[in-house]
């Protein structure tokens, strides 16, 4: 799970220099952010507007993301961005907890350094080819991209270095956890290269484990992933196709139009959360409906649902809105439980409203369009507002102390509210207009949003330079963040694949002779349980590539199914006790974690009647994607 971090202060001026470097790098790929921005937009304006497309945008954008997202990840390490399941992990003493960073950045440190040696291999391969190695339309030469890709990777192994020196003097008996775990890993790679013979799938089953126990060590999931995803590589199939695929899957997987959606739709949320958009909706939404019973509540969510239009996150939504609408909540006499269960589930909707990052996900690792997974959520997603209000209606009616009304607002105190969110709906609109008639594409999309979201915040003066320029370095750490995920998770995927675990896996389910709705059931089940404990990028990123094949040969159609998935990891995102998205709102509201786990326990019902709708009318969720161009 991911958490904020602050790093300390260097204690050597060696520390200090490459914490400088980083930094450095982190604006340089922020700024090349920003540039892939503006190219986007002029590309889309000038195609529909002008009839005049910029020649080769496809291929600019993808070489741009390439130091967008590998530049920042030295100073995404140095603040600890990367996302781990620390469910076992904060269990452990601080000394066992010491060493177990070791652990991770060994890993760390084995998997990338891998990936900067053969990206300079590449690099030097890519200047001999001479005028092979370039882009089709515009003919750029790969390798400074390459090039580019290595110095980012190496940049990030030395900070690796650094925090695992720092963490063995942190740790005693730490390091001979991690010692042990190391010889482990080895000992079982010589066992399977040398002494035993397993057939594929067994190796893969193997990896599976692997993978399991180092994430329940901590490891970072993106480490892990590329790791063991090179090692089931080598054994499987040579350690020398093992070495070309982790320098191809980065670079190409990377240098993609299709992957920057990711980074401009965080920039797009970077600059709506730098602009105070969040309170204005909870404004506007509650002056309209604050004066019946439970309607700040009610507000609480439909603001959710305006601020989930912009920014695409669960935990950010629940996170903003507990700062902003739980006092006023407070200062109304509201019920804790019901203040608390509102804000908690009320953050749902950001993963699931478009435009949503866990979609994109799923459309990059499926292959589905993302624009028809937007357009999926549509429906589903106003559906889960209006259940949510008619939750908070009936605790309302059941105990009216719960949720106190508000005084009643004049016709033109309404009508001026609508100023404060009026740019960003008509924001949300365009984007989702554009995608559902074919304007531009979802990468485009996230240009056109990420810049209107600047201009929306400068023109209303609510985005300072600070602001601005912090925005830009946060989208930037978060690009990296996930880049480093699906990075993983496709040099995962190529071992899985190579041991056909996801078509064993499909046809033994299959083979068990359940009813297909039945079998659905269980792996919606395993959804909810994997919500309470791991962060929903991580589980996408993990389960997809082995259980999607299977919901193709049960016949379901997968742009629903991939609706319905997001929408029960989201809901065991806020199951107690042990949901993610709970604890993150417990360090932002002043509520016992009994008083939370009571007020969500009706919404969670909620979601419950919400998913089977959604399973026993599937048009709900494939409707407007059959409409679209």
């Known amino acids: 799970m991911q958490r904020q971090y602050t790093p300390p202060e260097p204690t050597n001026w060696v520390q200090w220099s490459f914490n400088s470097i980083s930094r450095i790098m982190a604006v340089i790929g922020a700024i090349v952010l920003g540039i892939m921005m503006l190219l986007t937009t002029s590309d889309v304006v000038g195609r529909y507007f002008f009839n005049h497309p910029i020649g080769g945008t496809y291929e600019l954008i993808g070489l741009l993301l390439v130091c967008a997202a590998t530049w ?105 956890v991690s010692i042990s775990v190391i010889m482990g890993l080895c000992l079982a790679y010589w066992l399977l290269s040398h002494a035993i013979v397993l057939d594929r799938a067994a190796i893969g089953f193997i990896g599976i484990v692997a993978l399991m126990i180092l994430l329940f060590l901590g490891v970072h999931i993106g480490f892990a992933l590329i790791l063991i995803g090179f090692v089931g590589f080598a054994l499987v199939g040579g350690l020398d196709p093992a070495l070309a695929n982790i320098a191809l899957v980065s670079f190409d997987k990377i240098n993609s139009f299709h992957f920057a959606v990711i980074p401009l739709f965080l920039l797009m949320s970077s600059f709506v959360s730098e602009s105070g958009i969040a309170r204005e909706a909870y404004e506007m939404v509650r002056t309209w409906i604050g004066h019946v019973k439970g309607g700040l509540a009610m507000a609480t969510v439909g603001a959710c649902g305006l601020f989930a239009a912009c920014s695409g996150s669960s935990l950010a939504g629940a996170v903003t809105m507990g700062k902003v609408a739980y006092p ?45 997974l937007f357009m999926a959520g549509i429906i589903p997603g ?128 299959v083979g068990l002779g359940l009813s297909k709705h039945m079998v659905l059931f269980i792996i919606l089940l395993f959804y909810v349980i994997l919500g309470m404990f791991f962060d929903i990028y991580a589980i996408l990123i993990l389960t997809i590539p082995i259980i999607f094949p299977t919901i193709e040969a049960l016949g379901f159609d997968p742009i629903w199914y991939g609706v319905i998935m997001v929408r029960v990891v989201e809901i065991g995102l806020i199951t107690p006790p042990f949901g993610i998205n709970l ?47």
Not at 99 to 107: E, K, P, S
Not at 604 to 622: G, K, N, Y
Request: glycine share 10%.
């Open 72 to 176: 920042g990840l030295a100073y995404c390490q140095i603040h600890r961005r990367h996302i781990r399941i620390s469910v076992l992990f904060d269990r452990f003493s601080p000394r066992i907890q010491a060493g177990l960073d070791g652990l991770a950045y060994i890993i760390g440190l084995g998997a990338f350094f891998l990936v900067c040696w053969q990206s300079l291999v590449l690099t030097k391969d890519y200047i001999l080819l001479g005028d092979m190695g370039t882009t089709e339309e515009l003919g750029i030469p790969f390798f400074p991209f390459m090039l580019t890709l290595a110095i980012g990777v190496g940049m990030l192994c030395l900070i690796l270095v650094m925090d695992l020196l720092q963490s063995l003097r942190q740790a005693k008996q730490g390091i001979l």
């Open 382 to 509: 106003i559906l889960e507002i209006v259940f949510y209000f008619v939750t908070i209606y009936i605790l309302c009616r059941i105990n009216p102390e719960l949720g106190p009304t508000a005084p009643r607002t004049t016709v033109r105190q309404k009508i001026g509210s609508i100023k404060l969110t009026w740019p960003v709906v008509l924001l949300f609109f365009l984007i989702v207009g554009g995608i559902y008639r074919g304007v531009f594409t979802p990468t485009e999309a996230g240009g056109i949003g990420a810049f209107g979201a600047l201009a929306i915040g400068l023109l209303r003066g609510r985005l300072s330079r600070s602001g601005f320029n912090e925005s830009l370095i946060e989208a930037s750490k978060m690009a990296a963040l996930i880049i480093i995920l699906m990075v993983g998770a496709f040099m995962f995927n190529a071992f899985l694949a190579i041991t056909r675990i996801p078509f064993v896996a499909s046809e033994s389910i």
């Open 583 to 629: 604890f993150g709102l417990l360090g932002t509201v002043d509520v016992p974690a009994s008083t939370l786990y009571r007020g969500v326990i009706p919404f969670f019902i909620a979601d419950i009647l919400h998913v089977i709708l959604l399973i026993a009318v599937p048009s709900l969720c494939t409707f407007i994607p059959s409409m679209m161009i």
């Open 328 to 372: 006023e909540m407070k200062r109304s006499n509201y019920g804790p439980s019901l203040a608390s269960g509102c804000i908690a589930a009320g953050g749902t909707l950001g993963i699931l409203i478009p435009p949503s990052i866990g979609f994109i996900i799923v459309g990059i690792l499926t292959e589905l369009s993302i624009g028809r």
